[in-house]
C-alpha cells in the first residue's frame, strides 16, 4: 500500500541560488525497505528533512495516504506518521531504556526491548551505561512502539561496528516485513542498501531507482 509520496518537489535554500531537488516524484510503500543513496552533498539530509515535516518543499507535494501533509500541518506529520532513528541515537540518557519507550507510547511493555535482543539488567539500565549498538537496539524499539507507520532513518549504522551494524539492519528489515511499517533509511552504506527492498539513489536532483528487488 502506497503511504508517502513526493509530487514535483523541488527544493532550495534561502541562502543559496541553486535547487537541492529539482521535481522529485516518488512514492514509498508499507512494508517495504528503501535505502537512499547518494554523494555527499546530493542533498539525502535535506530529502529526509523534507520527508520527516521537519522542512517543507518550495515547490510541490508531501503526500501521506492521499493528502499533502500542509493540510494538517507539518507538526501532526511529525507527531503522528513519522518516528526518526538517528546516527546518535537520540535517546533522553537519564532516563531508562523502557522509560524512553513510554515516552511516545504509554502502553509500551519491556517486551519490545527483549524482543530486540536487550536482556533484563540492560533495560533497567540508565541508556548511557548501554552499547552503541544496545542505545541503538532502544531507538529502533522506540520507532517500532511509537504508531507511526513510517521510520525514517538518518544513517542508523554509522556509528556501530560492523557485526552490530548488520543486527540492527536485521531488525529493521523485520520491522518492514513483519510489522507493515515504510522503513525509509538514508545511508552511505553498501550493507544496508544490499538489504534493502528498493535502493534509490539521489543524483543530479532527482532520485533514480538503482534496485528494486520486485524487478525480474
Ligand atoms: P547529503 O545529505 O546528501 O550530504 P545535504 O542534503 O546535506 O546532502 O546537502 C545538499 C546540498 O545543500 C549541498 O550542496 C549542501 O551544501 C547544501 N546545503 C545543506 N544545508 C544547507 C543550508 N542550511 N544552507 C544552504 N545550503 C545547504
Ligand atoms: P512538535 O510537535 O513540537 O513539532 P514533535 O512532538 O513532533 O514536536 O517532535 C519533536 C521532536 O522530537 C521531533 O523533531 C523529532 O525529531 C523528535 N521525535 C519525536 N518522536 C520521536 C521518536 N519516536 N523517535 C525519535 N525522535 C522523535
Same mark, same amino acid.
Do not use: W
Given at each position: 500500500?502506497?503511504?508517502?509520496?513526493?509530487?514535483?518537489?523541488?527544493? /532550495?535554500?534561502?541562502?543559496?541560488?541553486?535547487?537541492?531537488?529539482? !521535481?522529485?516524484? /516518488?512514492?514509498?510503500?508499507?512494508?517495504?525497505?528503501?535505502?537512499?543513496?547518494?554523494?555527499?552533498?546530493?542533498?539525502?539530509?535535506?530529502?529526509?528533512?523534507?520527508?520527516? %515535516?521537519?522542512?517543507?518543499?518550495?515547490? %510541490? /507535494?508531501?503526500?501521506?495516504?492521499?493528502?499533502?501533509?500542509? @493540510?494538517?500541518?507539518?507538526?501532526?506529520?511529525?507527531?503522528?506518521?513519522?518516528?526518526?532513528?538517528?546516527?546518535?541515537?537520540? !535517546?533522553?540518557?537519564?532516563?531508562?531504556?523502557?522509560?524512553?519507550? @513510554? !515516552?511516545?507510547?504509554?502502553?509500551?511493555?519491556?517486551?519490545?526491548?527483549?524482543?530486540?535482543?536487550?536482556?533484563?539488567?540492560?533495560?533497567?539500565?540508565?541508556?548511557?551505561?548501554?552499547?552503541?549498538?544496545?542505545? /541503538?537496539?532502544?531507538?529502533?524499539?522506540?520507532?517500532?512502539?511509537?504508531?507511526?507507520?513510517?521510520?525514517?532513518?538518518?544513517?542508523?549504522?554509522?556509528?556501530? &561496528?560492523?557485526?552490530?551494524?548488520?543486527?540492527?539492519?536485521?531488525?529493521?528489515?523485520?520491522?518492514?516485513?513483519?510489522?507493515?511499517?515504510?522503513?525509509?533509511?538514508?545511508?552511505?552504506?553498501?550493507?544496508?542498501?544490499?538489504?534493502? &527492498?528498493?535502493?534509490?539513489?539521489?543524483?543530479?536532483?532527482?532520485?533514480?531507482?538503482?534496485?528494486?528487488? %520486485? &524487478?525480474?
Amino acid at each position: 500500500m502506497k503511504i508517502l509520496e513526493l509530487k514535483n518537489v523541488t527544493y /532550495q535554500y534561502k541562502n543559496s541560488n541553486e535547487k537541492v531537488l529539482s !521535481l522529485v516524484n /516518488q512514492s514509498f510503500e508499507s512494508g517495504k525497505f528503501y535505502a537512499i543513496i547518494g554523494k555527499s552533498g546530493a542533498g539525502k539530509s535535506t530529502l529526509l528533512s523534507l520527508l520527516a %515535516g521537519l522542512d517543507t518543499p518550495r515547490s %510541490g /507535494q508531501i503526500v501521506f495516504k492521499e493528502q499533502d501533509i500542509a @493540510k494538517n500541518g507539518y507538526s501532526y506529520h511529525r507527531k503522528h506518521n513519522i518516528s526518526l532513528v538517528f546516527q546518535n541515537y537520540n !535517546l533522553i540518557d537519564y532516563l531508562s531504556p523502557l522509560e524512553n519507550l @513510554k !515516552l511516545v507510547n504509554p502502553d509500551a511493555t519491556k517486551e519490545s526491548l527483549l524482543e530486540l535482543g536487550l536482556d533484563e539488567t540492560q533495560i533497567n539500565r540508565n541508556v548511557l551505561k548501554l552499547s552503541g549498538g544496545q542505545q /541503538q537496539r532502544v531507538a529502533v524499539a522506540r520507532a517500532l512502539v511509537s504508531k507511526a507507520p513510517i521510520i525514517l532513518a538518518d544513517e542508523p549504522t554509522g556509528n556501530l &561496528d560492523k557485526d552490530t551494524a548488520t543486527e540492527i539492519i536485521d531488525i529493521l528489515k523485520d520491522i518492514a516485513k513483519q510489522k507493515g511499517k515504510c522503513v525509509i533509511v538514508v545511508t552511505h552504506s553498501n550493507e544496508v542498501a544490499d538489504a534493502a &527492498d528498493i535502493v534509490l539513489e539521489l543524483k543530479n536532483k532527482q532520485l533514480v531507482p538503482v534496485k528494486n528487488k %520486485g &524487478d525480474h
